[in-house]
């Protein structure tokens, strides 16, 4: 790892969508709600190479999870920034689990739900 007087060197990465941001995968026809950001990959070895190699993203941009919809099925998904353009614009995402995390859509994106503790 880098070092900085001593210390380890911390890479900042900025994610392009957040919490409750509507998005849609550039290639597959799916969109869904963003409820959870890793900076950079961490899921499993094997789904990393379960994924063509020439549609095999890099590991160092963020990374996704999803609550996810096609025509036919909801699903929870993981993907990279890279296959990820913005969708606010086509309205509410209808996956049954939104609203055990998010309150209300408006303004083009999902409200998240506070918790009592």
Known sequence: KKQ???LPVVKIVEAKFGIGAVVRHKMF???GVVFDVDPEFANTEDWYLAIPEDRRPRRDQPFYHLFAENPETYYVAYVSEQNLVNDSDNG????PSI???FTEFDDGRY???????
């Open 4 to 6: 900085w007087n001593g």
């Open 29 to 31: 026809d799916f969109r």
């Open 92 to 95: 509410p995402v209808n996956h």
């Open 99 to 101: 609203s055990e995390q």
């Open 111 to 117: 409200i998240v739900r506070h918790h009592e503790a």
